[in-house]
């Protein structure tokens, strides 16, 4: 009875991170290419349509009017759904808390079925709830730090057009197509929403909101003042170029000087739970009797949190940003 249990709950997991893959994966070429065949024959441009798309997907938080509405009457699914977009991923926040729910409903009844505690079971239960947003969180993480690694590339882009005699929107529109993702994505963003009347200080801006980033910011501020000021575009451009290189090169010295601290911290976070392995495969009955007494039970809680509490520190005192 025990393996059948344990078989039902890993099916079960299993079936959510495939639902999880089908819904957060992102459109193939094949239908990248399907799209711009049809908008070809359509007569319409194909970034306009994804744009048209993407502003008529923004309006629902969730494909289920009740959990829609549901939705509506908070705020936290409005920066959910701004916390999806920088992730660049094409999802509703609704299915987000779907899966969320789903996990974390399955792993908490699978550990109270095999371990007949429920407080352990919602012990287990609340992690597995927020790994959809860890995996939304890792993608957002990996997509700002490409913007941010290409974004020096974006400014000698445009300085560059500037100096050949282009105007800022061209070169905008030279940066959105040659490129990769995932600057050309927002910079063909940016560009769409001036072209179709929005004042280039609100499409500007819009950047910032959809890319949080610093470099980002000093970049739009450069170009607003010298918008209202007057001055060399060009020159600002390739100074403010140099000073993110710069800031790339401290942060590469930073992150080698704290080399060590990092992996001690990641050894202090493993060391408990291989220890746990180790023991169970050594002396199954010494580790099992933590499952099976209530105080053992809470004594893995209390250790579960501050072991989180304590890699959160950790991972802040040898975080150091530049």
Known sequence: MPLLLAALVFLIIILIFAGIYVVTRGPKDGDIIRGRLEAIEKGTPFAQNALDLNLIRDELLSSIPTLNKMLVRWSWPGRLRNFIAQAGMQVRPGKIVLISAAMGLATMQGVRILYGNFWLGVAAGVPAAFLSMIFVAIKRSRRMAAFEREFPEVI????????????FAAGLEIVSTDLPDPVSTEFRITFDEQRFGLPLREALLSLCHRVPLVDVRLFVI???????????????????????????????????????GRLTAAILMALPVIMMLLLHVLDPDYVNLLFADRLGQLMLITAAILQTLGAVMVWRIVKIKV
């Not at 000698?156 to 105007?167: D, I, T």
């Not at 001055?231 to 401290?250: C, Q």
């Open 156 to 167: 000698e882009l445009l300085s560059r057009s500037v100096r050949a005699g282009h105007s």
């Open 222 to 260: 450069a170009l607003l003042v010298q918008k209202e000021t007057g001055g060399n575009l060009a020159e600002i451009l390739d100074n403010l170029a140099h000073v993110i290189r710069e800031r790339f090169r401290i942060a590469g010295e930073v992150r080698v000087r704290t080399a060590q």
